[in-house]
Nanobody, 121 residues
């Protein structure tokens, strides 16, 4: 069964940077599109960034120019480099993947603890 483990979160001052990692266990990682989401307690998860199997990237407008998603297929890992962080970026961050129309994590699944990012003003 595929496992996704997020790491790299922490407490950072506004304007600072963090690099999140998502390590995946599985044999189809290189074929997966990968995604980052974030969630504030009591609110729905928000899509943040995506990267296709060929490296095409997309971002939600609020993070364009500040966040960069990348992947290392040899390490089965997707990254989210976050620069110029703002207090409104504070959230728990999660990753997900998709291939052939299927999702590693469905919206109704328990996505676990993710990795927490706190940006102080």
């Amino acid at each position: 069964q595929v496992q996704l483990v997020e790491s790299g979160g922490g407490l950072v001052q506004a304007g600072g940077s963090l690099r999140l990692s998502c390590a995946a266990s599985g044999s189809t990682f290189s074929r997966n599109a990968m995604y980052w989401y974030r969630q504030i307690p009591g609110k729905q998860r928000e899509w943040v960034a995506s990267i296709s199997s060929s490296g095409i990237t997309n971002y939600v407008d609020s993070v364009k120019g500040r966040f960069t998603i990348s992947r290392d297929n040899a390490k089965n890992t997707v990254y989210l480099e976050m620069n110029s962080l703002k207090p409104e970026d504070t959230a728990v961050y999660y990753c997900n993947g998709a291939y052939g129309g299927g999702w590693l994590r469905r919206s109704s699944d328990n996505w676990g603890q993710g990795t927490r990012v706190t940006v102080s003003s």
